[in-house]
């Protein structure tokens, strides 16, 4: 399980370094998200993983053992948020720069 | 306390710039009187050495607290600053031509007032330096107060630069001071006696807080920045550049001078620095035409003197020193004011031009004689006083025989330059022929213009004859207060019977005589210091500010810097991983072999890292595909969410992943089409792509291993716990992670959809401006085939295509909105929450889009989605701030259940209204990037350089 999951964010992040270093502006922008979601994995996985462990707190008085951890849930929710205005954020310099330069290459450069 | 009151009274003067004119004059002139007086009226406190003080504690853990602390050096300084700044109000109202901004001008004369009075009262080390930073800055700003004269800008940035550059060399001087002594408190530190000198960081420490001194006293050799800052207003010059600001330094010097001064190494650089600016100042006034440029170097002379004096190290230079302080801040600022008169009523303040001036303005010429005088140190004036102790002390018997001569001999040749340039001030403006060159002819400026100076030369003649009545108690109090028990005995009279400092005195004022009189025709003309004239300060300075700040910067730019992204972003991400592999290596210890596997997340894995490779391969020639399969990635990553019992995730990351495609897909239409040809690669691109692959492999490996080996470990306790145990108790919520965005981490909750906000109006603003490329400015190929095929055609697909679906989804959208505030109300307590409802409910306008099309959805939006993102963020801020006003801290919230019929029991805390706040922004945000981008489809903008005007269509709300 945990293997699996390590092998996961490894490919995610593989995918997206090798992407955010090609010359094409849409290349860069699919890269950044796959970065994004190996990187909220990794913060989940920070948390250790948990399997069938109630996220809602029943009752007032809880045992911590039996829950998941909220603080990396936390930070990745704000995360998926962040990640979410910063890929639309770079579309629009992407479209901004791909209409000053007549193309789509990252330094705005010819082919 | 009282002291603390002049910087609020500055701060609220500070708050009304850009008033009338006449009400800037008198809210400064009423802010400064005031001032004076209360300070004035401090001095029984302060009387018998006592300190008064006031503390604000800041960050005491760093002994960071503000202090505010007046003994009687402070208040000499302080009754300074405030008496002459309520003069220079007086005299800047008839000198400043009602062109010019006044209110700034006064504005930034408070400023300053409150900034020096922060220096001279600062009771905190680090507060002073602040202070002193403050004064450079606003005296930059006065300095330019004429930014449109280029001379004015220069002269500025130089000071700035210089008194900045010092000002840094004085903060970490501070700061060793603090670690040497342990403290940063002004108090502990006068008290430490000998620890500083003994440290063996005083060298160090020294030759900083020298550099910061000297600087901002324009000693040399740093004098050349005081000269050029006289393109200041000469009400500027006055206080800011003779009476105040720059005797900063050697105010410095002498608030420290108990524990820094008892050692050799000051004793050699401070006296010699000062006798070196003092002889050269007096020498180079000898020769300016401007008459502020003499009075300039005069200044620059003085201080020279002063800072000797505190170099010897003897308690007696140092009460002369003191006193010479006070006497010079008046005479100077008398003499500026009167040439600044000269200069009103001439138009000019050149020495070739001005002459014979007593006929036509006998009073202000009176006073300024006087003055001169005073400053030529001739008997029965304060300026003889100070400079006769001054004498004395250089004539004290050393058993150096270096010492021993330099110190009288140069005192007296400085004596003597300083009587001749004295004399070359009043015989050259005042005597001779009456002047021909003038464009207007000269009179008696206002009364009310000379009343300043009239009271700062009685201030001279009083000083000067009755000593003992009129400044010995205050000097007395100074004095105690630096030397405490080390005061010596020292006596103000006029008279010290026919000794040695006396016939220094003769002889400095028969030579300076001598040294004008048989060359005063060629020096009227000169202009310019002879023998140093090549090795101008100013000049050199400017060499170096090019060749550091263009051509280093330039070539270091070239020999690091790339415009080029790729090798930047590589450097980056090799760098980072570089450095984590290298300190995660060692602490890797034995990976445990896994234990259990779960074939489904396996599968499920199986497909996301194929999507991924897949999606990073195709990026290149078929976005479309590569998009659609960073979806598969997506929806693994959300699959994953939900299986490791993060159910709000998996909802956030499925929501946020739909948003974001569609936004892409709205964009793709606009990218250049590309066709996948079968490409001649040169050896260097293939190159490029192996390395790249090669870092992103390494980087994927070593982000998986890292992964793996944490979470093959025991989590340690962190701080989940206690949000697990509080979050009902406290919060009010069963669902952990929405009571922490909302409640315990509401604070970033709101930076974050400030973010969320600030980058929709972003969109939106870089859009309005949008231009495509010339070759995506058409109509999509699709549209026009069909359109090719029969007109309307694309039109006819749009409306017939998807009716039944259209139709589903309007019916739809009723539903989706409730769906989207049930999320919002449970999310307290169940997953859901203001993200999430607000992604499902842009998303219900999505849905809109997709059926309608653009236009369709655009002549039916009845909502503004800026005001949604502002009164979202409004709701969130008055949530917090309302807790606030309840005594709690912000964002503390409330919270109870209350009980709806047919609804049930449902929490209502206060942190649903924030909840609220977060979820109007996010539809705002959302949707207002969305329309933003959609529209831009039904626009036909002009492309990227055509020169055709933009033709405006009757849908322009969007633009």
Request: proline content about 5%; overall charge positive.
């Amino acid at each position: 399980m945990e293997l699996t999951l390590a092998l996961a964010i490894g490919v995610l992040t593989a995918s997206g370094v090798y992407l955010v270093l090609r010359p094409r502006t849409f290349q860069v922008i699919i890269g950044l998200s796959l970065i994004s979601y190996a990187v909220n994995l990794f913060i989940l996985a920070m948390g250790r993983l948990r399997m069938d462990a109630a996220p809602i707190l029943s009752g007032a008085n809880a045992n911590p053992a039996d829950y998941t951890d909220p603080v990396p849930q936390a930070l990745v929710l704000t995360a998926i948020v962040i990640g979410f205005a910063m890929t639309a954020l770079f579309l629009v310099v992407l479209l901004a720069a791909r209409g000053l330069t007549g193309n789509d290459h990252v330094d705005g450069k010819g082919n | 306390m009282l002291a603390a009151l002049p910087f609020l009274a500055c701060a609220l003067v500070l708050a009304l710039p850009g008033r009338g004119n006449k009400g800037a004059v008198w809210i400064a002139a009423v802010v400064a009187g005031v001032l004076s007086l209360l300070s004035i009226g401090l001095f029984p406190l302060v009387a018998d050495g006592g300190v008064i003080s006031t503390r604000l504690e800041w960050i005491p853990q760093l002994g960071l607290n503000i202090v505010l602390r007046m003994d009687g050096f402070a208040w000499l300084f302080a009754v300074l600053i405030t008496v002459i700044g309520f003069l220079v109000v007086l005299y800047a109202r008839y000198y400043m031509s009602p062109k010019d901004p006044i209110a700034r001008f006064y504005s930034l004369l408070l400023a300053f007032m409150g900034a020096m009075l922060g220096l001279v009262l600062s009771g905190n080390i680090i507060q002073l330096a602040v202070y002193w930073e403050l004064t450079s800055l606003v005296s930059f700003l006065l300095i330019g107060y004429w930014y449109h004269r280029g001379d004015a800008r220069d002269g500025a940035r130089m000071a700035l630069i210089i008194t900045g550059t010092g000002g840094l060399a004085l903060f970490v001087a501070m700061m060793l001071v603090g670690h040497i002594v342990g403290s940063y408190e002004l108090d502990v530190v006068l008290a430490s006696g000998r620890t500083l000198v003994e440290s063996p960081l005083y060298p160090l420490t020294l030759i900083l807080f020298l550099l910061g001194a000297f600087t901002k006293s324009a000693q040399f050799p740093f004098q050349f920045w005081l000269p050029n800052a006289m393109t200041a207003p000469t009400p500027v010059s006055a206080y800011l550049h003779s009476a105040t600001m720059v005797k900063a330094g050697v105010f410095l010097l002498a608030r420290f001078w108990p524990v820094m001064s008892d050692s050799d190494l000051w004793f050699w650089i401070v006296t010699y620095t000062g006798l070196a600016t003092l002889i050269f100042g007096a020498y180079a006034a000898l020769f300016q035409r401007d008459l502020k440029g003499l009075l300039a170097y005069s200044t620059i002379s003085h201080l020279g003197l002063i800072t000797t004096l505190l170099g010897m190290g003897s308690p007696l230079a140092a009460v002369a020193a003191i006193f010479h302080i006070a006497n010079h801040a008046t005479f100077k600022a008398s003499l500026f004011m009167a040439v600044g008169i000269i200069d009103h009523e001439t138009g000019t303040r050149d020495v070739r031009k001005l002459s014979g001036l007593i006929k036509f303005m006998p009073f202000t010429g009176t006073l300024a004689i006087i003055a001169s005088a005073a400053m030529a140190g001739v008997p029965l004036l304060n300026g003889f006083l100070s400079k006769e102790m001054f004498f004395t002390e250089t004539a004290i018997y050393d058993s150096n025989v270096f010492i021993n001569l330099s110190l009288p001999v140069g005192a007296t040749l400085a004596g003597m330059l300083s009587v001749a340039y004295s004399i070359k001030f009043v015989h050259g403006v005042f005597f001779g022929p009456p002047p021909t060159e003038l464009e207007k002819v000269p009179h008696e400026p206002p009364a009310l213009m000379r009343r300043p100076i009239e009271f700062l030369v009685l201030v001279c003649l009083a000083v000067g004859i009755i000593p003992g009545i009129t400044i010995g108690p205050y000097l007395a109090a100074a004095v105690h207060s630096v030397l405490g028990a080390e005061t010596p005995y020292y006596s103000l009279s006029v008279w010290h019977g026919f000794n040695l400092p006396l016939i220094m005195s003769i002889i400095a004022l028969v030579g300076g005589a001598i040294i004008y009189v048989p060359y005063y025709r060629r020096l009227r003309n000169i202009d310019g210091v002879p023998l140093t004239r090549g090795l101008r300060g100013q000049r050199i300075f400017e060499r170096i500010l090019v060749t550091a700040t263009n051509r280093w910067a330039r070539r270091v730019v070239q020999a690091f810097g790339t415009q080029r992204l790729q090798p930047q972003i590589f450097t980056v991400i090799f760098l980072a991983f570089a450095a984590g592999i290298v300190s995660g290596w060692a602490r890797m210890g034995n990976l445990p072999l896994p234990e259990n596997f779960d074939p489904v997340l396996g599968l499920v894995w199986l497909l996301g890292g194929i999507s991924a490779m897949a999606a990073a391969h195709q990026a290149k020639f078929h976005r479309l595909a590569s998009l659609i399969l960073m979806g598969g990635a997506g929806l693994a990553t959300c699959l994953t969410f939900a299986w490791f019992s993060a159910p709000d995730l998996a909802l956030t990351q499925l929501l946020a992943e739909i948003a974001t495609t569609v936004l892409i897909l709205l964009g793709l239409r606009w990218l250049p089409k590309r066709t996948p040809v079968a490409e001649d690669l040169t050896w260097g691109v293939k190159f490029r792509r192996y390395r790249d692959i090669g870092l992103a492999v390494v980087a994927g490996l070593a982000t998986a291993l890292a992964s793996y080996a944490i979470m093959t470990r025991a989590a340690p306790d962190g701080i989940s716990d206690f949000f697990l145990a509080n979050a009902y108790s406290q919060g009010g919520g069963t669902n952990v992670v929405n009571v922490m965005l909302v409640d315990f981490r509401g604070f970033d909750t709101l930076g974050e959809i400030t973010v969320l906000g600030v980058v929709a109006l972003v969109v939106f603003g870089l859009l309005r401006r949008f231009r495509p490329a010339a070759d995506s400015a058409e109509r999509p190929e699709q549209q026009r085939v069909l359109d090719d095929y029969a007109a309307g055609a694309g039109q006819h697909v749009a409306d017939d295509f998807l009716r039944i679906p259209a139709l589903i989804i309007n019916w739809m959208f009723p539903i989706v909105i409730v769906a989207a505030i049930y999320m919002l109300l449970r999310g307290h307590d169940l997953p859901g929450g203001g993200f999430i409802a607000g992604i499902v409910m842009s998303l219900a306008f999505i849905l809109q889009y997709l059926a309608g099309g653009t236009r369709w959805v655009e002549e039916r939006l009845r909502i503004l989605p800026v005001l949604w993102i502002g009164w979202g963020l409004l709701l969130a801020l008055l949530t917090g701030l309302g807790a606030m006003l309840l005594g709690a801290p912000f964002l503390t919230s409330a919270f109870a259940y209350a009980d709806i019929p047919f609804i049930g029991k449902v929490p209502m805390a206060t942190a649903l209204i924030f909840d609220l706040g977060v979820f109007a922004l996010v539809v705002g945000a959302v949707v207002l990037m969305l329309v933003a981008l959609a529209h831009q489809s039904i626009r036909r903008p002009k492309p990227a350089g055509s020169s055709k005007p933009k033709v405006r269509e009757g849908l322009d709300k969007w633009n």
